[in-house]
């Protein structure tokens, strides 16, 4: 019997926190209220996730026997079609979870579904396929914006091209991870883009949250780059779990930017950010 790690592992579970911060970024910069419908969401985005990392597994099963041979698949922990058809349920109930609430949500999360099989099944090779990881996160705010009437506004637009151009910036740099471990200087840009746009949007109001939230930001992501150096050299792939961490704390930053954060945002978004790094300790981030 597959063992309860071995499901852990191909999910990358440790980063699923993060996915329930996006939700609820999106769901607080548009006001919602329906908590049963927070909670379908939630789950939504929780097994569309959860189903694209297993999919990414079944297609990478080939690479992965000669570069990460420790994955479940090439391991022999669980076999490829197992893999498959948990992907295939996974992906089909998760947008259920959206498809339910609205024509909006439901054709968003059709597009989430679409990005990820793409994603999965060209991204090695493609060199323009973190463009449909970076989509699957920004479609996430637009399902749960949409929800609402006018729900997609300038606010929602900023936090869906914030995350877009971070996660893009994550996965470019993540190419190389297991193999050539080459730094892409473009990809580090787009990375750090949210502190600069941070810093300049309504650059005449920053009050102290914002500026701590920012730095909390700066600091974590800087503090991965340094710790990501064996004998002097950097290794890109020790630097991509802490990045996929900061997430929680990005979206903390977009809403202190956006005069939306207030005390209970920031215990919460802090305490989904800790539970990631700390979850990344046990489970692969990647």
Same mark, same amino acid.
């Given at each position: 019997?597959?063992?309860? /790690? ?5 999910? *990358?579970? !440790? ?39 297993? $999919? ?23 076999? %490829? ?22 024509? +909006?949500?439901? =054709?968003?999360?059709?597009? @989430?579904?679409?990005?990820?099989? @793409?994603? #999965? ?41 914030? @995350? ?10 993540? *190419? ?9 200087? %473009?990809? $580090?840009?787009?990375?750090? =883009?949210?502190? $600069?746009?941070?810093?300049?949007? *309504? !650059? #005449?109001? &920053? ?19 340094? /710790? =990501?150096?064996? #004998? ?10 802490? +990045?996929?961490?900061?997430? %929680?704390?990005?979206? +903390? +930053? ?14 919460? &978004? ?6 990631? =790094? ?9």
């Amino acid at each position: 019997m597959t063992n309860l /790690r071995t499901h852990l592992t191909l999910a *990358r579970a !440790s980063n699923l926190p993060t996915v329930w911060s996006n939700i609820l970024c999106a769901w607080i910069i548009v006001g919602g209220y329906e908590w049963l419908q927070f909670a379908s969401y939630a789950i939504g985005g929780t097994l569309l996730y959860t189903g694209g990392m297993y $999919l990414n597994d079944y297609f990478d099963r080939e690479f992965d026997s000669e570069f990460r041979p420790e994955r479940p698949i090439p391991s022999q922990q669980i076999s %490829p079609v197992t893999v498959r058809n948990i992907a295939a349920a996974l992906l089909l109930v998760g947008f259920a979870g959206f498809a339910w609430t609205g024509l +909006l949500p439901a =054709a968003f999360a059709a597009g @989430i579904v679409a990005c990820i099989v @793409i994603y #999965d099944f060209s991204h090695k090779g493609n060199a323009a396929s973190p463009l449909f990881m970076a989509a699957c996160r920004a479609l996430l705010y637009l399902a749960v914006a949409s929800s609402y009437e006018n729900g997609i506004d300038t606010y929602n637009l900023i936090a869906t091209g914030t @995350i877009f151009t971070f996660i893009l910036g994550v996965t470019y740099l993540a *190419r190389g991870e297991s193999t050539t471990n080459a730094i892409d200087y %473009p990809a $580090l840009a787009m990375a750090a =883009a949210p502190v $600069l746009g941070a810093f300049y949007y *309504r !650059s #005449d109001y &920053f009050d102290a949250q914002r500026g701590a939230v920012l730095a909390l930001f700066a600091a974590w992501n800087a503090r991965s780059f340094l /710790r =990501a150096r064996v #004998d002097g050299e950097l290794i890109i792939g020790k630097t991509i779990g802490p +990045l996929l961490a900061s997430i %929680p704390i990005l979206d +903390l +930053l977009i809403l202190s930017t956006l005069g939306l954060a207030n005390q209970t945002h920031l215990i919460v &978004f802090v305490a989904l950010f800790a539970l990631t =790094a700390t979850a990344q300790k046990t489970i692969p981030a990647s």
